[in-house]
Each structure stands twice: as structure tokens, then as C-alpha cells.
């Protein structure tokens, strides 16, 4: 099995990989939740990097020639150092690609006035990667973060049909809003949020253009697995799914439907 392999700190990513199932139904995956050591959101700079480092060189060791960082807070503070750094010593043959490029490449298509907010983790926000990433695709786009610390905690307690949650949510988009009442589209740059879509709809301004990744993701895989065949020739195409999680392998089933949409067998890595 030479599979692709999809890593996120926790559950998160498998909202991502779901998407990415959907559409690329025949190739074979292993997914690797570091649930041991998440949330990652509110972690330094290096403990981010050290961590994913270690899971992209299990994936590797699993015989994956491609990782996908399906993690926002991993993307933006270990990708860059990831290819750059290590991976011309580690695996110079392989590829590891993370979620922010296939998101703020794309971001242009959907706001018309050119006002976006990104709702992510302190670790994503503080990165300042989507605002430079945006910049870079459309100069002209002007950008507003919001960090939302609670929202992880929230939805890894499931608490996302709990009305208690409701002021939290409504305090974090007010203070988005405030940074620029005009906001046409705000993604949702974590991968846990869109499990809490319904009830952020409720406070967002009319028209307003909610965004989630997990198909902007897949979308940009398929392309560019159609353009690096050195790569996509590599992986197997058997439609095996393998599920691993550095924490207990029955807590990550009992989560794991709610994000991935069906029931998955999970084992434990040992890192
Ligand atoms: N998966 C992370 C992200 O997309 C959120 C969870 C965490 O903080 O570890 O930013």
C-alpha cells in the first residue's frame, strides 16, 4: 500500500477528508490524528512544527509519497519549514501540501466588494498567513481575522447542538464585523467549524457568503495530482481508508462519524 496521507491534530481533518473521499474515491488514504496532543490552535510556533514534523515522517514511514496537512494551524505555521527545510534531507521525492493555498487561491471567486474575514485558530490568525497568502492571489482584496479560541473546545465536546454556545459564537463574528461592517464572505479557515455552520449562519449579516474548505481542497488535490503523474502514479488505487489516532483508537471512533459522515475502525500510531 503506497497511500496518500491526510494528517490533522485531531478530528478536524476529517471534515477535509471527506471531501477529498468523495472526490477521489479510488486512491488509498491513511489518516493520522494526533488527538494525544491537540488542540494545536493556542501551541508555540515550535512546539506546532515539532509535532507535525513528526506525524508527516510517520505518513512517510507508512509509505505515503504525498501528505495532505488537512490542519489550518499546522499548514500555517509548519508547511513552509516542512518543504523547505526538512523535506530536501528527509524525502526529497515526496510532497506535502497543506490548506491554505487551495483555499486563498480561490477566495476571489466569491466576494464581490473585496472584504473578507477569516475565522481560524490564535495559531492560524497570529500566523498572518491568509492575509499575506490573499494578498499575494488578489492584491486588491482587503482582510479581516478573527481568532476563536472556544470553537475547537466546543466542537471537540460535541456541544454544537448546545444553545449555551450561541453568546460565544454571536461575540466572535460581532467582533469580526467590527473590524469592517461590510464583510461580503468569511471562511471558516479551521477545520473544525463547519460543524458549527448552522449556528454561525444565525449571526452573520444578510448576503453574506459563508465559506468551508473541505471542497476547495479537494478540488485543488485532484488538479494537482492530474499534474504531477510523477507523484499520482505513485499511490495505490485499491479504495483502502485506514484510520490511526496517537490517543485511544475507541474515543477517536466515537468522534470520528460526526466529522467523516460514516463509522471508521481506528488503530492506535505509536509515534
Ligand atoms: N485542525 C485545526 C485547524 O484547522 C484545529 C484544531 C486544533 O487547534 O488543533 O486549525
Redesign the pocket.
Known amino acids: 500500500m503506497s497511500p496518500i496521507g491526510i494528517f490533522?491534530?485531531?478530528y478536524?481533518?476529517l471534515s477535509v477528508f471527506r471531501s477529498i473521499v468523495d472526490r477521489l474515491p479510488a486512491y488509498d488514504y491513511i489518516y493520522l490524528g494526533d488527538n494525544a496532543r491537540?488542540?494545536?490552535?493556542?501551541?508555540s510556533f515550535e512546539t506546532i512544527y515539532e509535532y507535525t514534523l513528526e506525524c508527516v515522517q510517520w505518513l512517510f514511514a507508512q509509505g505515503c509519497p504525498l501528505v495532505i496537512l488537512?490542519?489550518?494551524?499546522?499548514?500555517?505555521k509548519a508547511l513552509r519549514s516542512i518543504q523547505q527545510r526538512d523535506l530536501p534531507k528527509i524525502a526529497p521525492g515526496n510532497r506535502v501540501l497543506g490548506?491554505i493555498r487551495p483555499t486563498t487561491e480561490i477566495i476571489g471567486r466569491y466576494t464581490k466588494n473585496k472584504k473578507v474575514g477569516i475565522l481560524?485558530?490564535t495559531?492560524?490568525v497570529t500566523s498572518g498567513s491568509y492575509p499575506i497568502e490573499i494578498r499575494h492571489f488578489f492584491p486588491g482584496i482587503k482582510v479581516y481575522q478573527q481568532a476563536c479560541p472556544l470553537w475547537?473546545p466546543f466542537v471537540e465536546e460535541q456541544a454544537w447542538q448546545n444553545d449555551d454556545i450561541d453568546p460565544f459564537i454571536e461575540r466572535d463574528l460581532k467582533a469580526l464585523f467590527q473590524q469592517e461592517a461590510e464583510i461580503d464572505t468569511v471562511l471558516l479557515?479551521?477545520?473544525?467549524?463547519p460543524l458549527l455552520a448552522n449556528r454561525i449562519r444565525k449571526f452573520l449579516p444578510d448576503g453574506v457568503t459563508l465559506v468551508s474548505q473541505g471542497g476547495l481542497v479537494s478540488q485543488s488535490l485532484a488538479g494537482y495530482l492530474e499534474r504531477h503523474p510523477e507523484i499520482s502514479r505513485r499511490v495505490t488505487t485499491d479504495q483502502q481508508r485506514r484510520f490511526f489516532t496517537t490517543d485511544a483508537p475507541e474515543d477517536f471512533e466515537e468522534h470520528a462519524s460526526y466529522f467523516f459522515g460514516e463509522a471508521v475502525k481506528a488503530e492506535k500510531a505509536v509515534l
Open positions: 490533522d491534530s485531531g478536524g481533518g491537540a488542540p494545536y490552535g493556542s501551541r488537512a490542519c489550518n494551524t499546522a499548514s500555517a490548506v481560524g485558530t495559531g492560524t475547537v479557515a479551521c477545520t473544525h467549524y
